[in-house]
């Protein structure tokens, strides 16, 4: 998981308090409001979906000033994005977390769009995934899960209809736009 | 001859080669010293106008505190018993000390007395008739010091030094002992004094248990007597708990006079510890508990003075000025964070404490006092702990990456730029 060159840091990343978990009330929700903004700003440019506690995020230590995050801070910032609905603990310990910079309601309106603009009647759920039609957007390489449930929201809303296919790789969807 | 001794040692102590004489009868006369020896059936002189110094006696390990202090066990087997040091010329120019060990139950200080009192007397310059001294002196069989050595000779050089560095040993020690002394005579009277009350106390109990149907106004009466005992001072533990009040509201009273001033020269604050140590030394000899020091404290809210008790989150105590203002220090700790090297780097309790001239644990508190307040936040690292200007209000939430070009976090980032 390298941090690739086209997310530009804010310059607040080189504040050594932006690393301690602060006490004060008013200190600490600013700071977690800017931890989950960042979260959620850096996800999105790197099309990343999970981050786990136990393994390293280049967001959570800052080699520069030698400053990283503490357990319990990277568990608070990742809690309070959950509790928002922007992420959610894929396990019952919280060791990992779905970061959803669009929420699944977003992501069905997404690919509504998405299908109303290109046209695209009929797919299947890999062609969504990495399709040449997709290239280039926000759907290239979505996690399974999340597109799995955007389609089912929208299934629900009768605006898709899911099939199965032969084998779980070919499970095809047909829009209803 | 003046005086007797009948059981005393010799000991060189500053020539190893020299034999020491042990179990000599001592006579002291108005010439010499005469150690008679006799199981040898000898005798050694010492005239005393060789004698530059005598020492005062002393016991090494039972008598001088300090030098038991300091001293390694002594080889002599004869360490516990007291000794005369004498520092003696001998003919040219060199000086030896002997000591005089005195192994029998004699008054020492009375022997010391009468050989400083011979030797003042200068009976031998008196004496026309220049006798050579009889015996052998102590040293070497050296030829016997001649009379007219009598002038006692000003010391010098290291021997100088030495007695010199001696005299200030025995007088430390003296001071010593005459310290513990006091302190002894303190704590008797304290005694005398505790039972003092202790007795009267037993005996206004035993009054109203006889007279157990007594009036009020005997009630009232034994009251007052018991107010009197403890505003003359005299509080026995018992009656501390039955009517311990008084003595805390005056020593309230006491202490809110005192620490005023100190108080104030510190900047309007100080550790209670601080005024704890401050108020015993002032005090002197009749101390006061912590426990006391702190219901003291605590009574002064009922009382009109100028300072307070305050407690900071962390739990630690300090006594303020009512007229100490937070803000004032606040202001001065915002200006210390806002210098470039502060905002880069943050301050620690100990610059803090450096630049507002406080303790440096007061100065904790005020960081962490200033943090609660929003002004500071704080950076916990391998390097330490830290406190920097807060930052977190200054940056738009909207749009984290396009900061306002002016302002505190305006002036960071181009600090932080130029220094990464």
Redesign the interface.
């Given at each position: 998981m390298q941090r690739t060159v086209d997310f530009k840091l804010p310059h607040f990343f080189n504040y050594p308090p932006y690393f301690t978990l602060q006490p004060v009330r008013e200190t600490r929700e600013k700071q977690v409001q800017l931890w989950k903004e960042l979260i959620l700003d850096y996800c999105r440019s790197q099309k990343m979906y999970i981050i786990s506690l136990e393994e390293d995020f280049p967001l959570f230590s800052n080699p520069k000033i030698e400053r990283s995050l503490s357990y319990e801070a990277k568990e608070v910032f990742l809690a309070a994005l959950v509790s928002e609905g922007r992420a959610e603990w894929i396990d019952k310990s919280h060791k990992k977390c779905l970061i959803l910079w669009l929420r699944i309601q977003d992501w069905a309106n997404y690919i509504l769009d998405f299908v109303k603009e290109n046209g695209l009647e009929v797919t299947t759920i890999e062609d969504i995934r990495s399709g040449i039609e997709t290239h280039g957007t926000e759907l290239a390489g979505i996690d399974r899960g999340v597109l799995m449930r955007a389609l089912r929201l929208l299934e629900q809303k009768g605006k898709a209809v899911i099939f199965k296919g032969s084998s779980a790789d070919d499970e095809g969807v047909k829009f209803s736009v | 001859e003046r005086q007797l001794l009948p059981l005393v040692d010799l000991e060189p102590e500053e020539n190893p080669r020299l034999a020491p004489l042990r179990g000599c009868l001592l006579a002291l006369t108005s010439h010499r010293l005469v150690f008679l020896h006799e199981a040898s059936l000898s005798a050694r002189a010492l005239p005393l106008a060789s004698i530059v110094h005598p020492y005062p006696p002393h016991r090494r390990h039972n008598h001088n505190p300090l030098r038991s202090l300091f001293s390694s066990s002594s080889s002599s087997s004869s360490s516990h018993h007291p000794r005369i040091r004498i520092q003696i010329s001998l003919p040219p120019s060199r000086s030896e000390v002997v000591a005089v060990v005195v192994t029998c139950k004699a008054d020492v200080d009375v022997f010391y007395g009468r050989l400083l009192e011979a030797i003042r007397a200068r009976a031998w310059e008196a004496a026309a008739a220049a006798a050579p001294a009889g015996g052998a002196p102590v040293a070497e069989g050296a030829a016997p010091a001649e009379e007219d050595l009598a002038i006692r000779m000003p010391v010098v050089g290291v021997a100088g030094i030495l007695r010199k560095e001696q005299e200030t040993w025995e007088s430390a020690g003296q001071n010593l002992q005459d310290a513990f002394q006091d302190l002894n005579a303190l704590m008797s009277k304290a005694k005398e004094m505790m039972e003092l009350a202790e007795k009267m106390r037993q005996k206004l109990l035993t009054n109203s248990s006889a007279q157990s149907n007594s009036n009020d106004e005997e009630m009232g009466s034994k009251q007052d007597m018991q107010d009197l005992l403890l505003s003359v001072g005299i509080v026995s533990p018992v009656t501390k708990e039955t009517a311990g009040a008084l003595y805390h509201q005056q020593l309230s009273r006491q202490l809110a006079d005192f620490v005023r001033v100190p108080v104030e020269r510190a900047g309007g604050m100080m550790a209670l510890v601080d005024v704890y140590c401050l108020f015993n030394r002032a005090r002197g000899t009749e101390l006061i508990s912590p426990e006391d020091l702190l219901q003291a404290c605590s009574l002064w809210e009922k009382f009109d003075v100028p300072v307070m008790l305050r407690k900071f989150d962390s739990g630690v105590k300090v006594i303020q000025t009512k007229t100490h203002s937070d803000d004032e220090v606040f202001a001065r700790i915002s200006s210390l964070a806002q210098k470039p090297d502060a905002l880069l780097k943050?301050i620690s309790p100990s610059d803090a404490a450096f630049t507002l001239g406080i303790a440096p644990a007061l100065a904790k508190e005020h960081l962490l006092n200033a943090?609660?307040k929003?002004l500071l936040?704080?950076?916990?690292?391998?390097?330490g702990f830290?406190f920097?200007i807060?930052?977190?209000?200054e940056?738009d939430?909207q749009n984290?990456?396009l900061?306002k070009a002016h302002g505190l976090?305006h002036t960071?980032?181009s600090l932080?730029?130029a220094a990464?």
């Open positions: - | 943050g943090e609660n929003g936040c704080r950076d916990v690292s391998p390097d830290r920097y807060n930052l977190f209000n940056i939430l984290i990456h900061p976090y960071w980032i932080a730029t990464h």
